[in-house]
């Protein structure tokens, strides 16, 4: 479960999708999820989906990927798509036992299950083609304007870009809690949920002092390369607007445009 | 360089009766480190060599006495930022100072912080990353990197401050024996070649065979002083200090009981090797003479 989180994993290749600016790709993301609640229209899902494909395909990332996002996600699908069908009042199309299925239940299952799966894949090429750096950048320009009315937008982007940085280190030291106090007999995969939950307790507790240790330590090399968290930064590599960054913001207000206009016209 | 004028550090400590008590860590330290030295602080854990340290980089303040950085008081607080610039910092757990998530943003962090031009942060970090041999893995994730890379790293992100003085406070503590002879010959080619001043806080006898002043410290005090010839030929003083004494200098010792003639100065292990040889071969030359 854990090695199916996709955020921060960067697919290191040169293409027009990687190229374009963080905050285009950010906003991108914004109106793909805006237009997929816009839908009404099953079939209208196709027209995401293929986007998704386009994108995936531009961005040179490959099918496996596209396909790695939806795995950790599996088990939500396919309550998402029972529950829905089979808890959705109106014309019964099947019964078995204590179970209707009714043809609105079949039509809500779809969108749903459609709805969350090109949420989650449309959403996971973002990490697949920035950087975690370029994220936070992207993030903390966007949200520049919010600096002056006191919310600390530069911190936030520092702690977005921490957090991605020691998300690993943090595995790894669970690991190795784990390794530590299995060969002294723990047993993590045995027990009802109860003793379960207790043998999760003795990791994080360790695991939470861990993390306290290192960050009055990482404050301390911050602080030493004069991070002050107040005065101006600069950028080794500036976000700048070119022309495919124009031309993105144009194509992505159309795409909205029209998932509206279907929306309200038709 | 750096001048410490008698500091005395104290930390807070609560005991198990929850009462308030002060531990004193460095107890009248006084310390010159001229420019360009190799200066080795040598010392058993808890001797107070970290603090001492810290407070080089104004990130701990004495409670009383003055550090001067190049003639800049560090109780200075308008002139922290250029302490901070003066002198580089290089810490022992090298996954905990690390903060950018590819080898090049990492380096960058300095001279972003310094409101630096976005051209000449790329310069300085490709001159900084070329030093220290990292220049092929720009890009990498630092998690990617082994222990000895990641270290050498943290000496670039040093560098990327331009410092005329970089303090490695146990920057081979985690390191395998492979690694820490790569972080230490770094530092001395830094040493040699640029002229930084090097404070190397250790607790392994064998890293300071060629620094060019040693101090120990115990329990918050300097209890000697000198070139490694001078700390290593002192037997007691190391017994003091609870140091190894490094295994080229015992070998010299067992030689000479054994009326092997090898002299005391040698303390490098390129040194210990030749001079067995010349005497190998003299003795061999004398024995074939008398055949």
Redesign the interface.
């Known amino acids: 479960m854990i090695r199916d989180i996709t955020i921060g994993q960067y697919y290191d290749v040169p293409s027009v999708i990687h190229r374009l600016d963080p905050r285009v790709k950010l906003m991108g993301v914004l109106i793909y999820i805006v237009a997929l609640f816009l839908i009404r229209n099953p079939v209208l899902y196709i027209v995401p989906l293929v986007v998704t494909i386009v994108l995936y395909a531009a961005a040179k990332v490959p099918a496996s990927y596209f396909f790695k996002g939806l795995r950790g996600i599996i088990l939500l699908l396919l309550f998402t798509f029972v529950f829905r069908m089979l808890y959705t009042p109106g014309d019964v199309i099947a019964s078995f036992w204590i179970f209707n299925i009714t043809s609105q239940g079949v039509v809500k299952a779809i969108q749903m299950t459609a709805r969350i799966a090109l949420m989650i894949t449309g959403a996971a090429l973002i990490s697949y083609t920035s950087t975690p750096k370029a994220l936070a950048d992207g993030l903390e320009k966007a949200f520049s304007c919010f600096q002056r009315i006191g919310i600390p937008v530069h911190d936030m982007a520092i702690i977005v870009m921490i957090a991605f940085r020691f998300i690993p280190i943090m595995f790894e030291e669970l690991n190795l809690l784990m390794d530590a106090q299995a060969a002294r007999g723990a047993k993590f995969s045995e027990g009802n949920i109860l003793q379960k939950c207790k043998g999760v307790i003795t990791l994080l507790l360790p695991l939470f002092m861990m993390s306290v240790n290192r960050s009055s330590d990482l404050a301390m090399a911050m602080e030493a390369r004069g991070y002050s968290g107040s005065h101006e930064v600069s950028r080794m590599y500036p976000l700048r607007y070119r022309t495919a960054d124009y031309v993105s913001y144009v194509l992505l207000a159309l795409y909205l445009a029209a998932f509206i206009f279907i929306r309200v016209f038709l | 360089m750096i001048k410490i004028d008698n500091i005395v550090h104290k930390y807070t400590v609560w005991d198990d009766e929850n009462t308030k008590n002060e531990k004193v860590v460095l107890d009248g330290i006084s310390l010159d480190i001229p420019s360009s030295t190799f200066m080795a602080i040598l010392g058993p854990n808890g001797s107070g060599k970290s603090t001492l340290a810290?407070h080089l980089?104004v990130?701990l303040l004495p409670d009383e006495g003055t550090v001067w950085i190049d003639g800049i008081n560090t109780a200075d607080v308008d002139k922290l930022?250029d302490i901070?610039?003066q002198v580089?910092?290089v810490?022992q757990?090298p996954?905990?100072?690390?903060?950018?998530?590819?080898v090049?943003?990492d380096v960058?962090?300095?001279?972003?912080?310094?409101?630096?031009?976005?051209s000449k942060?790329?310069t300085l970090?490709e001159s900084c990353l070329k030093r220290v041999g990292l220049w092929q893995k720009r890009?990498e994730s630092?998690?990617r990197l082994s222990g000895g890379q990641k270290q050498r790293l943290g000496t670039a992100?040093a560098l990327?401050?331009v410092p005329k003085c970089i303090v490695m406070d146990e920057p081979t503590a985690m390191l395998d024996p492979e690694a820490r002879k790569e972080v230490i010959r770094l530092i001395h080619d830094l040493n040699k070649n640029e002229g930084i001043t090097i404070v190397l806080i250790t607790h392994h006898t064998d890293e300071v065979a060629d620094a060019d002043q040693i101090v120990l410290m115990k329990e918050g005090h300097i209890i000697g002083k000198g070139t490694p010839m001078e700390i290593f030929s002192n037997k007691e003083l190391l017994r003091a200090a609870k140091m190894d004494i490094p295994p080229r200098v015992e070998l010299g010792d067992k030689l000479r009981e054994a009326g092997i003639p090898v002299p005391e100065s040698i303390l490098t292990e390129e040194k210990m090797k030749s001079e067995i040889l010349r005497l190998y071969n003299e003795t061999k030359g004398k024995g074939e003479a008398t055949c």
């Open positions: 810290k980089n990130l930022w901070r610039s580089g910092m810490f757990n996954d905990n100072q690390i903060i950018g998530t590819s090049e943003e960058a962090f300095g001279p972003e912080n310094k409101n630096m031009e976005s942060i790329r970090v890009k630092p998690t992100d990327a401050g």
